[in-house]
Nanobody, 121 residues
Framework: QVQLEESGGGLVQAGGSLRLSCAAS????????MGWYRQAPGKQRELVAG???????VYGDSVKDRFTISRDNAKNTVYLQMNSLNPEDTAVYYC???????????????WGQGTQVTVSS
């Protein structure tokens, strides 16, 4: 079983930046994709970004050109660099590890506990 530990959330002003990290431990042999989802109050959870073990990347439409996902396979760690943050980015961000495409929640095998990102205007 895979365990995910997130870090890096917090409060930032609009236009600022944050970097999230997520380290995977445990039995990760089945994991191919890692990434981030987010859920804002009253909204459905949505994909923010995902990256495969081979480096293929997918971004949600609302974060393209502002967020960058990267992965260190040796450390089983995925990072999310978030720039030009705006209040609409306020949400709980969840790290996810999937045995298939990260874009489909049905493939997700493990979720992190979530980290709050709050962007003030």
């Amino acid at each position: 079983q895979v365990q995910l530990e997130e870090s890096g959330g917090g409060l930032v002003q609009a236009g600022g930046s944050l970097r999230l990290s997520c380290a995977a431990s445990g039995s990760s042999y089945s994991i191919s994709d890692m990434g981030w989802y987010r859920q804002a109050p009253g909204k459905q959870r949505e994909l923010v970004a995902g990256i495969s073990s081979g480096g293929s990347i997918v971004y949600g439409d609302s974060v393209k050109d502002r967020f960058t996902i990267s992965r260190d396979n040796a450390k089983n760690t995925v990072y999310l660099q978030m720039n030009s943050l705006n209040p609409e980015d306020t949400a709980v961000y969840y790290c996810a590890a999937a045995s298939g495409s990260i874009a489909a929640e049905s493939w997700v095998e493990a979720w992190g506990q979530g980290t709050q990102v709050t962007v003030s205007s």
